[in-house]
């Protein structure tokens, strides 16, 4: 394998209680494009961090290339303290970087560059931080959902983009198309520890399947072994003997390591009484108008939304505006 970018090993954090990352591992080579995938909160975010050097694990070691670039694009991007979206990108370039860059990103993410931070939309101010990332072109990427609130076109750009570019991408979205096309690897997080798939995202759901259930097998194995040798500590006769004392240790390390074992999670039933339905109509809207300075953004709305209704809002990103 190529020599490390990057390279977490043995990395642990908690927050107080039991431990989010327990041993978790990142290996990021050159050019790879690996996604990174969990359930909400096993700890993508917090890995990632990381590995941006945001914060700093408990324990275990964190290696980044000497004189590799690193860009991170956080989940909750912060613009503060700039002037325009264009002062913001600019500032992510270092000396040597193509300044054309940054008004060429700002304005296939649908942006000016002239727009005041203190005013943008929460997908505003993603495709303005995401326009600061991509435009070093670093060595390493490592992006916190790219694709939230980008609409189809957006996506699909920034995917010809990520393709064509020359850095190693570490990807979390929970756009499955997107990490199809993008992705060469998967490093899943699961229960604090990583493991890795040298295939696209398209092979992740079949393989975590089979990882998961091999694990219920081995579970299923050892209770049947505790049960047999349960019976025989109640109803063996010799059970007290001294040399049976050895099966007597490895029926409670049994006891112990099944006490201490993290399941899988997902397999809680739930039971909740629902209230009383109050009445069918939920919303009823007639003529709705809203504009901020003078721009309508929506005018003559209505609408009447039932119980039970499932209803999707779709529209394109806010287009580009000058002040
Ligand atoms: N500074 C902190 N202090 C205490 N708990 C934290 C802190 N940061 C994160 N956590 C907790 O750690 C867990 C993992 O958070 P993290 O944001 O890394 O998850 P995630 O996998 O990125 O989730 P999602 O898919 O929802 O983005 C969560 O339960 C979160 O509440
Ligand atoms: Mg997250």
Redesign the pocket.
């Known amino acids: 394998m190529a020599p490390p970018l990057l390279h977490l090993r043995n990395i642990r954090l908690d927050?107080?209680g039991r431990p989010?990352l327990d041993g978790a591992e990142l290996f990021v080579a050159l050019g790879e494009r690996l996604c990174l995938v969990?359930?909400?909160?096993?700890?993508?975010?917090?890995?990632?961090?990381i590995a941006a050097g945001i914060?700093e694990a408990d324990k275990g070691e964190v290696f980044v290339h000497p004189g590799a670039t690193v860009r991170y694009l956080p989940?909750e991007p912060d613009l503060s303290g700039f002037s325009t979206t264009l002062a913001f990108v600019e500032a992510g370039l270092a000396p040597g970087d193509d300044p054309h860059r940054a008004r060429y990103l700002l304005e296939h993410l649908g942006l000016t560059g002239e727009e005041d931070p203190a005013n943008l939309s929460g997908g505003e101010a993603r495709r303005a931080a995401l326009a600061r990332v991509l435009a070093p072109e670093p060595d390493i990427l490592l992006l916190?959902?790219p694709t939230n609130h980008l609409d189809l076109p957006a996506i699909e750009w920034l995917e010809d983009e990520l393709k064509r570019g020359r850095s190693a991408l570490v990807l979390?979205s929970?756009d499955r198309r997107f990490l199809e096309n993008l992705s060469r690897a998967v490093v899943w997080?699961d229960r604090g520890i990583t493991r890795r798939l040298d295939r696209g995202f398209a092979a992740f759901e079949g393989w975590r399947d089979d990882v998961l259930a091999r694990e219920e097998e081995e579970r299923h194995k050892l209770d049947r072994k505790i049960v047999m040798e349960e019976d025989w500590l109640r109803y063996g006769v010799t059970a007290r003997r001294k040399r049976n004392e050895r099966r007597l240790r490895l029926l409670n390390e049994m006891r112990q390591s099944r006490r201490s074992e993290r399941r899988a999670e997902g397999t809680v039933k739930m039971a909740a009484s629902e209230s009383e339905a109050s009445g069918k109509l939920v919303i009823e809207a007639v003529g709705v108008m809203k504009s901020y300075d003078g721009r309508p953004i929506v005018a003559g709305f209505s609408t009447r939304i039932q119980r039970g209704d499932r209803v999707g809002i779709v529209g394109p990103t806010a287009p580009a505006r000058r002040r």
């Open positions: 927050h107080g989010l969990g359930r909400n909160g096993s700890g993508k975010s917090t890995l990632l961090k914060i989940q916190d959902e979390i929970h997080l």
